[in-house]
């Protein structure tokens, strides 16, 4: 079993820049995706950014594109989300999660794929 832990959310006036990490609590494998998903209050969860750990490839949602950034350093089993230039509409609670089967490609975004959740960090943006 895969144990996932966010940390680094906090409040930041509009602007502001937060890092978000996912550790987990053990090696997954060389090639998964991880994904970073959001819900705001009173809305869906939805995707954010996510990334291929075998070939690095990247994608986020175009809401975040230019802003965040999604990277992972496998050494300490550990993702991250760089979040910069936040807006208040970027404020809701941040979940990493893994997909363990997709292995090459770009990360699919659908939710029910991600079979382990970290319990998310809340990120809050005042204007």
């Known amino acids: 079993q895969v144990q996932l832990v966010e940390s680094g959310g906090g409040s930041v006036q509009a602007g502001g820049s937060l890092r978000l990490s996912c550790a987990s609590s053990?090696?997954?494998?060389?090639?998964?995706?991880m994904g970073w998903f959001r819900q705001a209050p009173g809305k869906e969860r939805e995707g954010v950014a996510f990334i291929n750990t075998g070939d690095g490839g990247t994608d986020y949602a175009d809401s975040v594109k230019g802003r965040f950034t999604i990277s992972q350093d496998n050494a300490k089993n550990t993702h991250y989300l760089q979040m910069n230039g936040l807006k208040p509409e970027d404020t809701g609670m941040y979940y990493c999660?893994?997909?363990?089967?997709?292995?090459?490609?770009?990360?699919?975004?659908?939710?029910?794929?991600?079979?382990?959740w970290g319990q998310g960090t809340q990120v809050t943006v005042s204007s």
């Open positions: 053990r090696y997954i494998s060389n090639r998964y995706c």
């Open positions: 999660a893994v997909d363990a089967r997709r292995t090459y490609g770009l990360c699919l975004w659908s939710q029910s794929r991600y079979n382990y």
